[in-house]
């Protein structure tokens, strides 16, 4: 398996408590970092998987677990998906 960095961005919120954060936890996204800036929340996720595709259906299963909505995934640079590629 590989690990495949990407982030979560979430529609209609701007900010994550602490509250929310938990329910994220619990929800499976103990892999992921919550955070909060400049009016944009979402969540930073380096999740093990097969593949890319199969790691971000996976985070956004788990995040909408707790009712959240998913605005968009930006894949980060160093993801091994990237990798090689210039």
Do not use: W
């Not at 788990?62 to 091994?80: A, F, L, Y």
């Amino acid at each position: 398996m590989n690990c495949y960095d990407f982030v979560v961005v979430l529609k209609g919120l701007d900010i994550i408590d602490d509250d929310l954060a938990e329910a994220l936890f619990e929800a499976g996204c103990d892999d992921g970092t919550p955070f909060s800036s400049s009016g944009v929340a979402g969540i930073g996720f380096s999740r093990e998987a097969e593949n890319l595709e199969s790691a971000i259906r996976s985070a956004v299963a788990d995040v909408q677990k707790v009712g959240c909505t998913v605005h968009c995934v930006e894949i980060k640079e160093n993801s091994p998906l990237l990798a090689g590629v210039s």
